[in-house]
Each structure stands twice: as C-alpha cells, then as structure tokens.
C-alpha cells in the first residue's frame, strides 16, 4: 500500500514550521519518518501536509548546560549511540540509544520523533522518564514539562496541534549516579514485550523506577523508588518488587506480571552490579 497524496514544505527555521503549523489545517512534522513513514503507507493517518523539520538547524544541538544534556529533537538515535564517552553523566543515553532496532533504524529515528509518537513500547518514553528529563515545548509560546508527563497515554501525548517539541533536558547523573535498563524482545532490533528502567544516584538521593511497555504510559513504580533512594540495594527483594507491582499496576496477568518483575529486577541487578 502508498500513502495517499500529500503536499510537502521543508521550512528553513522553527518560526516557519510553527507558521505552517499554525496556517495549514491537517499538517504534520515529519522528522526521521521511522514511525510517520510506515503509518501513511498503511494510510493509518493522511495528513494533507506534510512539514519536514529533519534539517532544522536547532533541533540539531546536543549541548552541555551544566547540570543537563540538553539534546535538540532532532537529534538521531545513531548521533547519541556514536555519542559513547563523551557525555559524562549522561551515559545511560548512549546505552539506550544503541540498543533501538537497527542501526539504519537509528540512523534516521530522532529522539523527538519517538517521544512524540509516544509508542507504549518505544524505549526514550521510559528511559527519559526514569531519567527525570524535561520535553521543551515551543508554540506561541514556550512551556516545559516532565517527559512523565508528557506522556498522557498509548500514542498520546501533551503536544498541541501547533506546537513542537524543541528540545530535551535529561539531568546528569552524578558520578556515584548508576542506572539500569533491560527489555525483552522476542528478537533483537524488536519493540519490547516488557522493558524497565532504573537510576539510583545517592549523592542526590534520588531514585526512579518505571516499567514500560505493558501499558500506555511507562509506570512508576514509585513506592519502591522511595526504599531505593533511602535504603539503597538493601531495598530490593523479590518481594519488594512484587509489592511496587501490585501497588502501580495492580491488574497485571500472570504472564505480564512474570515479564514485569524480571525486567524490573535486571534494571535494578544493572543498577548495583559490583
Ligand atoms: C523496524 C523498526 C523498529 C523499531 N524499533 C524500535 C525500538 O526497538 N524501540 C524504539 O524506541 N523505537 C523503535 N522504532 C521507532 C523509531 O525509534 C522511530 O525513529 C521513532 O519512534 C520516531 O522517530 P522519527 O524521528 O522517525 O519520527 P517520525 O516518524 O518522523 O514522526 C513520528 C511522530 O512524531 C512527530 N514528530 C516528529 N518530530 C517532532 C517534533 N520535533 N515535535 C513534535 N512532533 C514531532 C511526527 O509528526 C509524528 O507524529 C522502530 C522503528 C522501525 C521502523
């Protein structure tokens, strides 16, 4: 099947997108088209417009802030995997961005693409909640939210109509900062069946565990988080897992529940591995 007819603008600057944007009634951003791509051939959407930001100049930008990473929109799987040592504090990026699909996948995939898209199984929506990062908003004006939040539901999200997403801000881990994340594929370079993803860092005594893919949005599995920060290794048991589960995803399946628990308990193995 093709997609059904559609026009085409690449504008020069962020201003011009959001013009168009704001002008043209049935438009959509393409950035790397991994997900955009196949969903017009099945014609799942037909957008009348499509407006192509994959050169903008400043979604492009992968800048230290001090405290963060802030990584523009536009920035490729591929660029943040070939980014491995030198993003101190923010290494977990690296580990997440190599282990999406395949590297010609990677090559083109932006980390805004997929946050937009907001795939249940999709591994930045997770990663980047665990990492407490920030989604920049702009639109007529500009706003900024956690990616948490972000997130509202499967294949939905807070981005309005009109707005883009410019850019990411992923806080450093310290360098006592661990972190943890495991999927499981049925084959390598699939969308995961169920994923985890831990960060422990004690020098700000701080923790986040999600779970991912099993339901619309990653989980939080807040409770356990909490034991974590304060208690450190000595808080994760086979017991306590079970407990966050039941607690933050209560109607899990047998078969789900087995999935989730084992994905936990490898982010966090990955997380105090000697
Ligand atoms: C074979 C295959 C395997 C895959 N496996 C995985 C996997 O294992 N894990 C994983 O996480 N992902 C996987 N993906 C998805 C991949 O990561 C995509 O790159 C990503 O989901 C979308 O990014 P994109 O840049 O291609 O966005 P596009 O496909 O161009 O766009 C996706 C959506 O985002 C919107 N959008 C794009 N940029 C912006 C922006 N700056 N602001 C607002 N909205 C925007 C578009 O309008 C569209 O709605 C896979 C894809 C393929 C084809």
């Keep these: ?27 959509k951003l393409l950035a790397g088209g991994q997900s955009l791509g196949p969903m017009l051939n099945l014609r799942l959407v037909r957008p009348a417009l499509l407006v192509d930001v994959s050169r903008l100049e400043a979604l492009q930008h992968l800048e230290d802030t001090g405290s963060t990473w802030r990584i523009g929109a536009g920035v490729t799987h591929a660029r943040l995997e070939d980014a491995r040592g030198r993003l101190p504090g923010g290494e977990m990026l690296c580990e997440v961005a190599s282990a999406i699909a395949y590297r010609s996948v990677r090559n083109r995939g932006t980390i805004g693409g997929s ?14 909640a665990a990492l407490g990062a920030s989604v920049n908003l702009r639109g007529s ?4 939210m956690l990616v948490a939040r972000f997130i509202e539901g499967a294949f939905t999200t807070a981005l309005a109509a009109n707005e883009i997403i410019e850019t990411i801000d992923v806080p450093k881990l310290s360098r006592a900062g661990r ?3 495991y999927k499981f594929c049925r ?10 993803a831990a960060v422990f860092d004690p020098q700000a005594g701080a923790a986040r565990v999600f779970l991912g893919s099993l339901r619309g949005v ?3 599995l807040a409770a356990l988080a909490q034991q974590v920060a304060q208690h450190g290794e000595s808080a994760v048991s086979t017991q306590a897992i079970s407990e966050a589960l039941a607690q933050s995803v209560g109607d899990l399946d047998a078969v789900e529940h087995a999935m989730a628990a084992a994905a936990v308990t490898r982010a966090l193995g990955q997380v105090f591995a000697p």
């Design 218 to 220: 990653p989980q939080p």
């Design 179 to 181: 972190y943890g994340f």
């Design 115 to 128: 946050l937009a898209h907001a795939d249940p199984a999709a591994d930045w929506p997770l990663a980047l």
């Design 141 to 144: 004006t500009r706003r900024s």
């Design 1 to 27: 099947m093709k997609a059904a007819r559609f026009d085409y603008v690449r504008p020069g600057d962020v201003a011009d997108a959001l013009a168009v944007l704001g002008q043209a009634e049935g438009a």
């Design 187 to 196: 084959k390598t370079g699939e969308f995961a069946e169920a994923s985890a």
